[in-house]
């Protein structure tokens, strides 16, 4: 994982490669960080970025806690809802996390990313975490801290997959949590869902109603007035609620809604009455805790639409569009920002253009320019996979490129990508040229133990090299802009000084 060190500062710590950092070293860390390669893609191609404002959108390659913070000068209180989809810690993820964190420190990793996370939406929005069996309780307790366990809403389960895995050493795992939590739940609002085929089949009329099709509700309920009553109608039946329910309506209600003509009593006009309630006053459905896999999309679905933004691109934990666009449909309307740091295959931010949501997306990888920043090129230009065809998308719009200003950073890229002695041999001649050693290391101490630096296993010589380096080099902090030794072009620091002001 790109951005490991420990640190340990009034309870804090933050998983930077097992290193504790002294406090001083922690806010230079954390500080806003300078931003380059800017580029800006609408339906005409790439163009160079003139301007830049809380109006665009943007992909943002770096760190995600320290793009994070680099956020928070501008964005704080201003996100409507978070989604992220996190490394599971199973060991067994492929997309180039560190995947197999031990516990503890797996939660703390998650812990500072959710705590800034949390100060970057508004007052009514919303975080929603997908995660699987393995850490899903232990994240709730987590979210619980930092989010309140007050404004905690729902624990969804997506069906994830359709198909019985026969090969499982136990149960066949086909299913995610979604964790939803509101920044304050007394002012979170829950979207509903649009109603589907099926339940408006549901409704008929039978005796040509002219208010159109209708379904029925009892006149009773299992709590209310203890006061019970019966209720005589103009036709003769005189109705009562059944033994331990009570009159889910007053005698008023029950005489309007006789002479409104709202009530069934059967087909031969003498059984016993039931309240119409027409599909035309129907709104939107509250969202179950349940989302089965035909309503919400599943990974097979998800790596087709994959396949048809990079056709040999392995990602084995996408999401389908289906499920970001009931999660935004919920939880946001348009022109609301939607923020993603964990943004893996780009289908939050391909959801998000769609449903015309201004959406932020940072992802730390290389893949970013084969599949978030390409999938996202696609969907300008109008691609029809996904959710397409039930937005009626038809192209358009843009969004800006940037990077967290890399200073010894892609080192830490070519020691991830070494694979021999020799060539981590070669990384370490290199970090001792540039000075880019953390002050606690004596170089010369390593060259007279070289021997013991060969005896290593390949991990744990990646892991030493990384250990001796500066991490608060890693990137350019913005306060270093006019540092002539980085040479910051001038119409990136004017681009800089319009994000940051």
């Not at 800017?38 to 806690?65: A, M, P, Q, R």
């Amino acid at each position: 994982m790109e951005g490991g060190q420990t640190k340990e500062d009034q309870k804090r710590k933050e998983i930077f490669w097992n290193e504790t950092l002294a406090p001083d070293e922690i806010d230079r860390l954390l500080a806003p960080k300078a931003l380059s390669n800017f580029k800006k893609y609408d339906k005409n191609g790439e163009h160079k970025v003139g301007t830049i404002s809380l109006d665009d959108n943007l992909i943002i390659k770096g760190n995600n806690l320290l793009a994070l913070h680099s956020l928070k000068n501008k964005y704080t209180g201003k996100v409507k809802l978070i989604y992220i989809d996190p490394p599971y810690n199973t060991g067994s993820d492929s997309f180039g996390y560190n995947d197999s964190f031990n516990h503890s420190t797996w939660l703390t990793f998650m812990k500072n990313r959710l705590e800034v996370a949390k100060e970057l939406l508004r007052d009514d929005g919303s975080i929603w975490i997908n995660i699987d069996d393995d850490e899903s309780h232990y994240l709730k307790i987590l979210c619980d801290e930092v989010l309140g366990r007050e404004n905690f809403v729902a624990n969804i389960v997506w069906q994830k997959k359709y198909t019985i895995s026969n090969d499982a050493k136990y149960f066949s795992d086909n299913h995610d949590h979604i964790i939803v939590f509101a920044k304050n739940k007394e002012m979170f609002v829950v979207n509903g869902i649009e109603r589907t085929q099926e339940q408006n089949a549901r409704y008929k009329n039978p005796d040509d109603d002219i208010n159109g099709e209708w379904m029925t509700q009892p006149l009773h309920a299992k709590s209310g007035n203890d006061t019970n009553f019966s209720y005589k109608f103009k036709n003769g039946v005189v109705w009562e609620p059944p033994r331990g329910t009570y009159p889910r309506y007053s005698k008023e209600s029950l005489s309007r809604f006789e002479f409104e003509s709202r009530l069934w009593f059967g087909k031969d006009g003498k059984a016993v009455p039931r309240l119409k309630k027409y599909l035309k006053d129907m709104g939107n459905v509250r969202p179950a805790t349940i989302w089965l896999h035909q309503e919400a999309g599943n990974n097979d679905e998800a790596n087709k639409e994959i396949k048809q933004v990079v056709e040999d691109f392995n990602f084995s934990t996408p999401k389908p569009e289906r499920l970001l666009q009931r999660i935004f449909a919920i939880g946001s309307t348009e022109k609301d920002l939607i923020l993603d740091f964990y943004s893996g295959s780009g289908t939050s931010g391909a959801v998000a253009h769609k449903m015309k949501r201004k959406y932020i997306m940072i992802e730390q990888m290389d893949y970013i320019h084969e599949l978030p920043e390409t999938r996202l090129k696609k969907v300008i230009d109008g691609e029809q996979g996904g959710i397409s065809k039930s937005v009626d998308w038809q192209g358009g719009g843009s969004f800006t490129y940037c990077e967290l200003t890399q200073h010894n950073a892609n080192i830490i890229d070519k020691i991830e990508k070494a694979s021999t002695t020799e060539s981590l041999k070669l990384i370490w001649h290199e970090i001792e040229k540039t000075g880019f050693i953390s002050y606690k290391i004596n170089p010369e101490t390593i060259n007279e133990n070289i021997h013991e630096f060969e005896a290593l296993t390949i991990e744990e010589k990646k892991q030493l090299l990384i250990a001796i380096l500066d991490k608060n080099q890693l990137y350019v902090n913005y306060s270093e802009i006019e540092d002539g030794d980085y040479q910051i072009p001038e119409d990136d620091k004017k681009l800089n000084k319009q994000f940051y002001g």
